[in-house]
């Protein structure tokens, strides 16, 4: 099986940085997509960022500029980078990947537990 484990959320004061790291483990064979989502109080999950496997990016418009997601192929590790954080940025962060694994046909969809990062005024 295959499992994402999520580090880094905390509590940071508005204007600040905090860096999350996502690892993949298991029996994987290879990763194509890797992603940042986050799901606010009373709110739907909504995409932050995604990374290709070839480092090819996209960014929800509410956190260009100041987010900076990144992959390491070699570890299985995606990054979310987020520098001016806003109190609205607080949330569950969920850690996403696309993922084949050995003696599998096609991808599968995988999941973090999620950290949770609060923006504080």
């Known amino acids: 099986q295959v499992q994402l484990v999520e580090s880094g959320g905390g509590l940071v004061q508005a204007g600040g940085s905090l860096r999350l790291s996502c690892a993949a483990s298991?029996?994987?064979?290879?990763?194509?997509?890797m992603g940042w989502y986050r799901q606010a109080p009373g709110k739907q999950r909504e995409l932050v960022a995604v990374?290709?496997?070839?480092?090819?990016?996209n960014y929800a418009d509410s956190v260009k500029g100041r987010f900076t997601i990144s992959r390491d192929n070699a570890k299985n590790t995606v990054y979310l980078q987020m520098n001016s954080l806003k109190p609205e940025d607080t949330a569950v962060y969920y850690c996403?990947?696309?993922?084949?694994?050995?003696?599998?046909?096609?991808?599968?969809?995988?999941w973090g537990q999620g950290t949770q990062v609060t923006v504080s005024s």
């Open positions: 996403n990947a696309i993922i084949s694994t050995y003696g599998s046909v096609g991808w599968s969809d995988y």
């Open positions: 298991g029996s994987i064979f290879r990763i194509n997509v």
């Open positions: 990374i290709t496997s070839g480092g090819n990016t």
